[in-house]
């Protein structure tokens, strides 16, 4: 069974976090915030809203970010988040198919492990032309 989430209306948000309704429509209007609309338009926070708006009140009141800084953060989170999840999908796959990759002998050292310097089998190619063709001439 699946609960409704909880809504909140601007005023009950405004009184809770000692903010003014202004405060709340000036982060909506800078993106900051997304609150949901009613069918009377009437704007309703979320719990990941308020979230959100403990971050943004943290970093304005505790830190002085100002809103440009603070969407910049909050763009900058989001992305960690994701690639976070990213992450750990990479690595749940790793972990899934870790048995495939142990079957995997190691390659054999190369004929020239011990060389001081190595090189490419197209470098040897071209230096083995050039020493012939040198011969010749």
Do not use: C, W
């Not at 989430?5 to 000692?18: C, G, L, P, R």
């Not at 429509?25 to 609309?37: D, I």
């Amino acid at each position: 069974m699946k609960r409704k989430a909880s809504t909140y209306t601007i005023s009950a948000v405004a009184t809770q976090y000692e903010i003014h309704p202004q405060t709340l429509r000036l982060y909506e209007r800078e993106g900051l915030l997304k609150p949901s609309r009613s069918e009377g338009n009437t704007r309703l926070y979320t719990d990941s809203d308020l979230e959100r708006l403990e971050v943004i009140l943290s970093l304005t009141r505790d830190l002085g970010v100002n809103l440009a800084g603070v969407e910049i953060i909050l763009n900058m989170r989001e992305k960690m988040d994701v690639m976070q999840r990213e992450f750990e999908r990479f690595f749940e796959h790793l972990r899934s198919h870790a048995e495939e990759f142990t079957h995997f002998a190691a390659a054999p050292p190369p004929a020239e492990a011990g060389a001081l310097v190595t090189t490419t089998r197209a470098a040897v190619m071209v230096r083995r032309r050039t020493t012939t063709t040198g011969q010749r001439g």
